[in-house]
């Protein structure tokens, strides 16, 4: 079972981006969305996900914004927004 198979939107804190990478290889597309971002992006495809999706669920929505192909979960990590939250230096 692949990680993204084990993991809930509900399990990640909203001030984390999750790491989308283009499937091809040399493509340098890579998308960084807050869990908020994801489910409304899955809701303008018609899929509706849900702080009960897997991460598995979620990667079959992505698409590559260079190539539009295929996009596998990379990494997890905090996000800018957090800069935005903490103000202006
Ligand atoms: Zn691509």
Redesign the pocket.
């Known amino acids: 079972m692949s990680w993204t198979e084990d993991l809930q939107l509900r399990d990640i804190d909203e001030a984390f981006a999750i790491e989308h990478d283009?499937k091809?290889g040399g493509?340098p597309?890579v998308l960084r969305s807050t869990r908020a971002e994801l489910i409304r992006r899955g809701a303008r495809k018609g899929v509706e996900l849900t702080p009960d999706s897997y991460l598995d669920e979620v990667e079959k929505i992505m698409a590559?914004p260079?190539?539009g192909?295929p996009m596998m979960t990379f990494e997890i990590e905090e996000s800018q927004l957090e800069a935005f939250q903490g103000g202006m230096p």
């Open positions: 283009c091809m493509c597309g590559c260079a190539c192909g």
